[in-house]
């Protein structure tokens, strides 16, 4: 593995800055293991190199995020004027060399790498506040764990299909150059150190301000979305309960602007921190969405936008501008902030946790609940909106419509098609138009393959060790 993530970052890094740095294996921070740890000041450097490379646009500071969407049936990649990016990846038809495959796990991996070698080293800190020593470990975790939910989401078949076929990689210390390779652990293993990690985060960090790093309230968010993954609906529930608390929702007002500006988000729980003077300009969220001023790619399908009703404020995020597209519908819901590519990314806030709130008191029979949490929802979007009646299964599909409502842009919709094993049925003015089911053969494209590189450079992977279909 290790390997592979290295020739792979060196490639990307070659295309931006020609440097190959990235050779030497080190921390984020570009300093030997002994500089980097030798204070807890310098170690929490390296913390912030790793959140460096999260924002990166190659894993969650644009792939995951768009692709998460493209790959669903309510947002779609214009049929031209493309530029060719995420093209084959909203066609359902990636393949193990490309790069929306390999690049998220390479750089996915790095992360981890960095978060390791802080929990490995940061305990040996022989200067510092014994307190925040034990912070920054949790803050590693919190992080390893976030990483390896996008990971195992893309890469390995729905938990509840098969918990104990093959996950990705489990790498829980810092890897050296003789170290053996690590194979394909399993999917309950890789869930099981999702939660071990995120309940020490939990217990061992405070609630922060600053949510530009994952706190414990972020942790808790966090957890909510992994026990909905793994039907513990008891647990998601708790844990909904416990990252919502005290946290507003974003008023009507607030939502007029869209997702532009973030610095007074009151229901932000964790975003990757941008700036005018450092974001990923052409390659931000920003620039496939908006307008103008960037790669406007993106649009949505009219079937969708019907979805809303005439006084939810969020159908304001669509706007049909002939002079720009004269056939579909552009999204407007975020935008750039002063500058090209200027916008904070939000990754969890307090309405996905009403949501996983509502979701839980529905699969636990609890409907009026659930009928009331999503109410909050619907309600706060649209004043005149009828409080839900239905009940059971019906509930449940009121609940996850108002999740695509809400949350559509952000990065959920292709986890949700297969945590729940919907039926996908993508139609209307989209291009590329798919109706199957979890139990026809095409139902495997909405897990991505492994990447080839990882296969050839690793000797616990073989070709047999490939996801179906690939």
């Not at 764990?145 to 938990?159: R, S, V």
């Not at 009828?386 to 999740?403: D, F, H, N, Q």
Request: with cysteine; aromatic share 12%.
């Amino acid at each position: 593995m290790k390997k592979y993530i290295i020739n792979s970052l060196v490639g990307m890094m070659l295309t931006v800055t020609s440097c190959s740095d990235f050779l030497e294996y080190q921390p984020s921070t570009q300093v030997s293991p002994d500089v980097a740890f030798e204070s807890v000041e310098n170690a929490q450097a390296t913390l912030v190199g790793a959140y460096d490379q999260l924002s990166s646009p190659y894993f969650d500071g644009l792939y995951v995020q768009i692709m998460s969407d493209v790959m669903g049936e309510d947002l779609m990649i214009n049929s031209d004027n493309n530029w060719g990016w995420f093209v084959t990846v909203y066609q359902m038809n990636v393949l193990s060399t490309y790069q929306w495959t390999s690049n998220p796990w390479a750089v996915g991996y790095k992360v981890i790498y960095d978060c390791n070698m802080i929990i490995a080293n940061a305990p040996n800190i022989n200067v510092g506040d014994t307190a925040a020593i034990e912070t920054l470990v949790a803050q590693a975790k919190a992080l390893r764990a976030y990483c390896y939910l996008n990971l195992i989401q893309m890469y390995a078949k729905n938990y509840t299909t098969d918990p104990n076929g093959m996950g990705v990689i489990l790498a829980t210390a810092p890897a050296e150059a003789e170290d053996e390779d690590l194979g394909r652990a399993t999917t309950q293993e890789v869930y099981n150190q999702i939660v071990e990690d995120l309940l020490y985060a939990e217990s061992n960090m405070g609630v922060s301000e600053y949510k530009g790093m994952l706190d414990q309230k972020g942790a808790q968010a966090l957890l909510a979305r992994t026990y909905s993954i793994l039907n513990q609906w008891d647990k998601a529930k708790e844990y909904a309960e416990k990252a919502m608390k005290d946290m507003p929702l974003m008023t009507v007002e607030e939502m007029w602007g869209g997702f532009m500006l973030f610095s007074n988000n009151p229901e932000a729980i964790f975003y990757l921190d941008y700036t005018r003077t450092d974001n990923n300009i052409y390659l931000s969220l920003p620039s496939f969405y908006w307008p103008q001023y960037g790669y406007s790619s993106i649009r949505a399908d009219e079937n969708f936008i019907n979805k809303f009703d005439d006084g939810d404020i969020r159908k304001s995020y669509f706007d049909f501008y002939e002079p720009i597209d004269a056939d579909n519908y552009l999204v407007v819901k975020f935008g750039h902030n002063e500058a090209l590519g200027n916008a904070h990314m939000i990754k969890i806030r307090a309405s996905e946790m009403h949501l996983i709130l509502a979701e839980a008191e529905a699969e636990l029979g609890n409907d009026t609940a659930a009928q009331d949490a999503v109410y909050t929802i619907m309600q706060r979007a649209n004043g005149g909106a009828a409080k839900p009646t239905e009940t059971g299964e019906e509930l449940i599909k009121v609940i996850l419509e108002e999740r695509r409502r809400e949350l559509f842009g952000e990065g959920f919709r292709w986890f949700d098609i297969k945590r729940r094993q919907e039926t996908f049925v993508r139609e209307g003015q989209h291009w590329s138009k798919w109706n199957i089911s979890p139990s026809d053969a095409d139902y495997y494209r909405f897990t991505f393959p492994i990447p080839q590189g990882e296969i050839d450079a690793n000797t616990k992977i073989s070709d047999e060790h490939q996801n179906n279909g690939y």
